[in-house]
């Protein structure tokens, strides 16, 4: 009995390289997300050269740009999330990463001792998505009435709110 205990528990304990793979994928992921996000930003650099040669009116460029930048920006949060979360599985399942330990340039962003450190890290970058994403959506929304006045700033009030609790527990 002994021994097949001892077979069963070494084969749940290797099952966690399974988790390995996820890891680099997830990595990997972010790599590509970045290389989007770059081609996002390199957009609206050719889209900016199209305006300086006359090619393109001021306002369309504009509504363009900021369109652009902010899905870029979006994108580079998600990618840092995949980052962030990979490196997160790798540190709590296979092995920790002395780089990380080591490095003072990484400021903890990526020292993770606990999965609930990891939640609250990923947590953070979600809300700072979700913010991103409400303001591509509201740089983009048409404004007609007082009502739809009002609830912008409700919203961005609620929003300031959220941060505001989300460093709040940090600090306390």
């Known amino acids: 009995m002994k021994l097949f205990e001892r ?11 399974m988790v390995f793979f996820a890891a680099i994928a997830s990595v990997i992921s972010a790599f590509i997300l ?16 199209s305006f300086l040669y ?8 504009y509504r363009h740009t900021i369109k652009n930048v902010i899905t870029a920006v979006d994108i580079y949060l998600i990618a840092t999330i995949l980052l962030i979360f990979g490196v997160g599985l790798y540190e709590l399942f296979i092995s920790k990463i002395s780089f990380i ?12 001792h606990s999965l609930d450190q990891l939640k ?4 953070k970058v979600i809300v700072m998505i979700l913010i991103v994403t409400f303001f591509k959506y509201a ?21 300031a709110i959220a941060v505001f609790f989300m460093n709040f527990r940090r600090k306390h």
């Open 101 to 112: 330990e080591e490095e003072d340039r990484s400021a903890g962003i990526l020292r993770i």
């Open 7 to 17: 077979i069963v528990e070494t084969f749940l304990w290797q099952s966690r390289w």
């Open 120 to 123: 609250e890290k990923l947590a």
């Open 54 to 61: 006359g090619n393109a009116s001021m306002d369309v460029i």
């Open 34 to 49: 970045i290389i989007i996000g770059t081609l996002e930003v390199l957009q609206v650099m050719g889209e900016m050269l």
């Open 139 to 159: 740089v983009e929304m048409h404004y007609e009435t007082v009502r739809d006045l009002t609830f912008l700033s409700g919203s961005i009030f609620l929003i």
